[in-house]
């Protein structure tokens, strides 16, 4: 088949997605299992994929759902227990003490705590984490969870301490002809490293605006006055704390590599901002706050959304610092179980792992590694709770923390359990053959091969849009990087580009796929889950849409800046500026 007729084919499970979850808003627990029926139809029936191979992809998905799922759970027992401790009031009233401003309170939740979260964790962590705590501290649950995906970007390159570069990028590139014709002599791991540098550049780059847009977005869809103008009002505080992430997370990408930028930047960023906010600095002359809990629409309004109700008359034996430890505990084992080689391996043995090995005879293997997992971390976060707010006292408090976590976890299984399977089939349609070549292509390659043929030298402005559909379509930026990182390089190859040139291209890659992550199905639903928000994914992407398109523009007009001439520095400047002129100029209801 031509080039044309396979792309047509690779769309069709894209726009199934889009079409019914997006367009028609149904709820993901519908849309998903036709997504799965449409992608396998034409896997089998028109791509020419093995029937086994499609049903062994099938199965590693439903694995990879049901691990999602474990994190999901372990947010929501945690969520749970601090409400049933009496935590949750204490957690939020200390936010009211520092500022009762929701625009700072989601900076510094979201943008600085979730970004440290990512550094150490990744896979939807901070998501999980951090739309459950804005939730609890008052906002509306789509409020929450809006400002935990916007936030998945900038950090995402070097989540789970560096996943996305140092397994994405190289095993995308590792051993590859192409690769080792044009960098030389330069190890794997060093061309690597300097491509995490400019990632790093350009996310810093594009992402100082992700705090001042959040804002925005929160005071537009949220606000009394649906404005945006109210949320660019924090500026001075939104660039601040922007600034306090990025500086730390480029001079930690350019010292030490790939694994820690995110995760230090976090660190730093909060060790800045709080006591700069709890001091007032560069904090906006007014305040933002919701309307009347009365007054919030239906569709902003999740299950768990009674999880803000203090328990006052036990929250007062509770101190801030032991309210927030279980916090603390999640946080310090999340690091712990990603850096430190002994815990790392003893939790990733082979005694505490279940594996599928070549499902079907398909050669595709599948494993879990529960103790590894963060939900498990989220877990004894929990466990801690218990003991630390001496719950024992409280007769059946802990109890109900667990039977009203298992009830919630039902919704979101039922559209995980479609979700992934249907990822892991369309990225494993390995078979397709494009006429005039021997070669098998599967869809995602198909998509990009028929765009980078469309664009010719202008592929860098295209290359981080390539990114964010494998993140959007596989749910991961590192296997985001894995497919599209020689594909990349490749390309970059074919259109005159030297080893400088390639590195670039294959960072505007992984800056796309970080801004994937903000409209990843199964990233949303499960974040949702969190909240109690399933059934509203649809609305969730559509708003996210905004600055995932600012996020893949920008980088790739920055892209081409770097490669071709500065002078494309000015439409990047346009592109700036005209984002927040359209915040700005937008008309408010008021």
């Known amino acids: 088949m031509g080039l044309g007729v396979l792309f047509l084919l690779a769309l069709m499970p894209v726009f199934t997605v889009f079409l019914f979850l997006v367009v028609l808003r149904w709820p993901a627990k519908h849309a998903m299992p036709l997504a799965y029926l449409v992608t396998l139809g034409i896997a089998l029936t028109l791509w020419g994929t093995d029937f086994t191979t499609a049903m062994a992809a099938s199965v590693n998905g439903i694995v990879t759902a049901l691990n999602i799922l474990f994190i999901v759970f372990g947010a929501i027992v945690l969520l749970y227990t601090l409400r049933e401790s009496g935590a949750i009031a204490v957690i939020r009233q200390g936010f009211m003490d520092i500022t009762p401003d929701r625009r700072i309170q989601a900076i510094i939740i979201a943008w600085l705590f979730g970004s440290m979260i990512e550094g150490a964790s990744g896979f939807g962590t901070p998501a999980a984490i951090a739309a459950p705590l804005l939730l609890a501290i008052g906002f509306p649950a789509m409020a929450a969870v809006l400002c935990a995906l916007i936030i998945q970007s900038t950090p995402v390159s070097f989540g789970a301490v560096g996943t996305p570069m140092i397994v994405g990028v190289t095993s995308g590139l590792e051993g590859q002809s192409v690769v080792e014709r044009l960098i030389g002599t330069t190890p794997i791991e060093e061309y690597v490293v300097h491509i995490g540098t400019q990632v790093a550049l350009l996310h810093g780059l594009v992402g100082i605006l992700i705090p001042l847009i959040m804002a925005g977005m929160l005071t537009r869809f949220f606000g009394e006055n649906r404005s945006f103008r109210e949320g660019l009002r924090v500026w001075k505080f939104a660039v601040f704390a922007a600034l306090a992430f990025i500086l730390p997370y480029n001079l930690v990408a350019n010292l030490l590599g790939p694994e820690f930028p995110s995760l230090i930047g976090g660190l730093v960023g909060l060790a800045i901002v709080l006591p700069a906010a709890r001091a007032g600095f560069l904090m906006p002359k007014d305040q933002f706050q919701f309307p009347e809990r009365a007054r919030w629409e239906a569709e902003w309004i999740g299950e768990l959304q009674d999880v803000e109700e203090p328990s006052a008359e036990h929250s007062r034996t509770i101190s801030l610092l032991r309210a927030w430890m279980p916090y603390v505990i999640v946080a310090v084992l999340l690091v712990i179980t990603r850096t430190v080689d002994p815990v790392v391996d003893f939790l990733r043995a082979e005694v505490f792992t279940i594996q599928l090995q070549d499902i079907f005879g398909s050669g595709i293997n599948v494993s879990s590694q529960p103790l590894y997992l963060p939900g498990f971390m989220l877990l004894v976060g929990s466990v801690a709770t218990y003991f630390m707010h001496r719950m024992w006292t409280r007769s059946g408090a802990y109890a109900t923390a667990w039977r009203a976590s298992g009830k919630m976890i039902i919704g979101a299984g039922a559209a995980l359990i479609f979700a992934v399977p249907m990822v892991q089939v369309f990225l494993n349609t390995d078979a397709a053959v494009l006429a005039g070549s021997s070669e098998t292509y599967s869809m995602p390659e198909i998509m990009a091969l028929a765009l980078a043929t469309a664009t010719g030298e202008a ?132």
């Open 459 to 590: 592929w860098p402005l295209l290359s981080p849009l390539i990114g964010a559909l494998g993140a959007f379509i596989a749910g991961s930026n590192t296997v985001s990087n894995m497919m599209f990182s020689l594909f990349q390089f490749a390309t970059a190859e074919s259109i005159g580009l030297d080893a400088q040139g390639a590195a670039l291209v294959v960072a505007l890659q992984a800056v796309g796929g970080a801004a994937g992550n903000m409209i990843c199905v199964h990233n949303v639903v499960a974040a949702c889950a969190t909240v109690g928000l399933l059934g509203r994914e649809g609305a969730l992407i559509r708003k996210a849409l905004l600055p995932m398109s600012y996020y893949v523009a920008a980088a790739g007009v920055l892209g081409m800046a770097l490669i071709y001439s500065a002078s494309w520095l000015l439409l990047w400047g346009v592109i700036v500026v005209a984002t927040i002129a359209f915040m700005w100029l937008y008309p408010s209801r008021a």
